[in-house]
Antibody, heavy 120, light 108 residues
């Protein structure tokens, strides 16, 4: 069965970076793209970016350009999302979510979420 | 940037019908997906491509999309349908993925 298992909760200080992982299993890793979506406490869902797990190309939301980096390791079936220059507003649950292709496809499987807390 | 507007909340009695709207400029020209999110859980897709249901999603869930409004309809609402619901589209012009503002459905 398809599973996306994310790394555990993180606590970071303002100005630091965080790297969240998402390990995929139960399907052929490189035949699906992966999105990252975040949700601040009590708020809605916000798209951050997408990575082509086959070729490694990325597309980021304009809001995060220059601060986010998405990578993948095809040998382990894992995608990573690194967010730098953290501020308190980055406190949120971060989700990875699979799609069959870039564009109009739905996000069909989601990771369990990783809580990142930014606090001095 | 493309904006999707949903009512913040909706209350419905058990057995009745809930209709959740998602407003966007000419949204009928693109595909809309709907996600259900229960407290402390990741979202789950309940409708994709405007009106298709994934396996395992009850027939009580249906969707439509036309003009400037997409609608998620939950017929015969049950207590277990209490959750937040989000619409989502791909904005071709910006190549960004957009979520609606979310609707909290409360079952009375």
């Amino acid at each position: 069965q398809v599973q996306l298992v994310q790394s555990g909760a993180e606590v970071k200080k303002p100005g630091a970076s965080v790297k969240v992982s998402c390990k995929a299993s139960g399907y052929t890793f490189t035949t699906y793209y992966m999105h990252w979506v975040r949700q601040a406490p009590g708020q809605g869902l916000e798209w951050m970016g997408i990575i082509n797990t086959s070729g490694g190309s990325t597309s980021y939301a304009q809001k995060y350009q220059g601060r986010v980096t998405m990578t993948r390791d095809t040998s382990t079936g894992t995608v990573y999302m690194e967010l730098s220059s953290l501020r308190s507003e980055d406190t949120a649950v971060y989700y990875c979510a699979r799609v069959a292709a870039a564009g109009q496809e739905a996000f069909d499987y989601w990771g369990q979420g990783t809580l990142v807390t930014v606090s001095s | 940037s493309y904006v999707l507007t949903q009512p913040p909340s909706l209350s419905v009695a058990p057995g009745k019908t809930a209709r959740i709207t998602c407003g966007g400029n000419n949204i009928g020209s693109t595909s809309v997906h709907w996600y259900q999110q229960k407290p402390g859980q990741a979202p789950v897709v309940v409708i994709y491509y405007d009106s298709d249901r994934p396996s395992g999603i009850p027939e009580r869930f249906s969707g439509s999309n036309s003009g400037n409004t997409a609608t998620l309809t939950i017929s015969g609402v049950e207590a277990g349908d209490e959750a937040d619901y989000y619409c989502q589209v791909w904005d071709r012009s910006s190549d960004h993925y957009v979520f609606g503002t979310g609707t909290k459905v409360t079952v009375l």
